[in-house]
């Protein structure tokens, strides 16, 4: 019997004769199947968020390069720093594992448990470096927030889609741990195709926050780095994917500082001089009463 993978057909044959012997020889066929459709699956997600966390690497550079031109707050920065070494190294384990050659074992007829091994050791890696890349945008984004000219720095979307890739991440993790070896129950292979179509729905959540971050983070450039920090001529190009590692490189080595300046302090400044205006007017009309006052009394007494 055949079966057609994309484009090509793989075929499995039953040397058994009897009824029962087949029935159970193609149960376990199907089961090789949607194991097979299932891990194909999973490689094709690992593909996906390799790619996206190249963009959070962008992001935690973007990061830790402009919190260099503030006034040192050691926290922040060192864990933005941290991201940023950690992603930078995960980028690199995943560059080194998801590559044409390697993404062919998730794609042959035996999946072997190395496989499974290999592809949770990298999630595990995934999911450590996201929680990281959350806690350190979350951190960012808190002080940008509480200074009036710095809350244009912060990366729109950034967050949101770090919590979501997170989650997507978790749950795949989670998913294969419970993919194990089956002995062709029904119940089985229902399991293994509900679990295949929702790594196509986790494929979309990778696929929608790359589309969105991407997007975002080629306005940010436009608007904050190329107007800010660059003397030469940007183009939309320059702030690409991977492209606006070379921007950033020029801009971490430039001396620049960029102050804290809140609203709160103009604020209280100018409730200060409102609060003094209304005693000293206060001040003046008990005077212009009391001197009516006395000029009533005076008159009256004659």
């Not at 496989?115 to 470096?129: C, F, R």
Request: hydrophobic share 40%.
């Amino acid at each position: 019997m055949s079966y057609n993978f994309r484009d090509r057909a793989d075929s499995f044959d039953f040397p058994t004769t009897t009824q029962a012997d087949f029935h159970q020889q193609q149960q376990m066929t199907k089961v090789q199947i949607f194991e097979r459709v299932y891990y194909r699956g999973t490689g094709q997600y690992l593909i996906s968020l390799k790619r996206e966390l190249s963009v959070f690497y962008d992001i935690l550079f973007t990061y830790a390069t402009l919190l260099k031109k503030i006034p040192p707050l050691r926290d922040v920065d060192s864990l933005a720093i941290t991201a940023k070494i950690y992603m930078e190294s995960l980028e690199k384990d995943f560059n080194d594992a998801i590559t044409p050659k390697n993404m062919a074992r998730w794609d042959q007829r035996g999946i072997d448990q190395d496989i499974k091994e290999v592809t949770l050791l990298l999630l595990d890696a995934a999911v450590e470096g996201l929680e990281l890349t959350n806690k350190s945008i979350n951190c960012t984004h808190l002080l940008f927030e509480n200074f009036s000219n710095l809350s244009g720095l912060a990366i729109p979307e950034a967050l949101n889609k770090s919590r979501a890739v997170l989650h997507s991440v978790t749950r795949v993790r989670n998913q294969l741990r419970l993919v194990q070896h089956w002995s062709g129950t029904d119940e089985e292979l229902i399991y293994l195709e509900e679990a295949s179509q929702r790594l196509i729905g986790e494929q979309r959540v990778l696929r929608d926050a790359f589309l969105v971050l991407e997007g975002s983070l080629i306005r940010y450039f436009l608007r904050v780095i190329a107007k800010n920090f660059h003397t030469d001529e940007i183009t939309v190009e320059d702030c690409t994917f991977i492209y606006r590692r070379q921007l950033l490189s020029v801009v971490q080595y430039q001396c620049i500082v960029i102050p804290f300046d809140t609203e709160q302090e103009h604020q209280e400044s100018k409730n200060k001089y409102m609060n003094t205006g209304i005693i000293l007017i206060l001040a003046f009309g008990l005077l212009m009463s009391f001197a009516c006052l006395r000029l009533y009394d005076l008159v009256t007494s004659r």
